[in-house]
Nanobody, 120 residues
Framework: QVQLVESGGGLVQPGGSLSVSCAAS????????MGWYRQALGKQRELVAV???????NYADSVKGRFTISRDNAKNTVYLQMNSLKPGDTAVYYC??????????????WGQGTLVTVSS
């Protein structure tokens, strides 16, 4: 099995910055894409950013230029640096990873979510 544990998040004022991280552990052979999704109250979960194992990134239009996704393959960890935060960024942020496990199974793993609240 694979576990994703997120950290960071919290309350920040509009215009502020926040960073969240997510570490994968367990029966991991390799990790392909890692990403961050978010779900605001009453809305569907949406992709925020994704990064491939080679470092190629993609962002939702709403966060381009403000958020930066990165990863440390040696630590099986993905990061999301969020700058110029807006109230509309308030959501639960979920980490996701496509994992090739040691037994050959492929897992679509999710973290438990961390709340980011942007408010004055």
């Amino acid at each position: 099995q694979v576990q994703l544990v997120e950290s960071g998040g919290g309350l920040v004022q509009p215009g502020g910055s926040l960073s969240v991280s997510c570490a994968a552990s367990g029966s991991i052979f390799s990790i392909n894409a890692m990403g961050w999704y978010r779900q605001a109250l009453g809305k569907q979960r949406e992709l925020v950013a994704v990064i491939s194992s080679s470092g190629t990134t993609n962002y939702a239009d709403s966060v381009k230029g403000r958020f930066t996704i990165s990863r440390d393959n040696a630590k099986n960890t993905v990061y999301l640096q969020m700058n110029s935060l807006k109230p509309g960024d308030t959501a639960v942020y979920y980490c996701n990873a496509d994992v090739l496990e040691l037994d050959g199974n492929i897992s679509d793993a999710w973290g438990q979510g961390t709340l980011v609240t942007v408010s004055s």
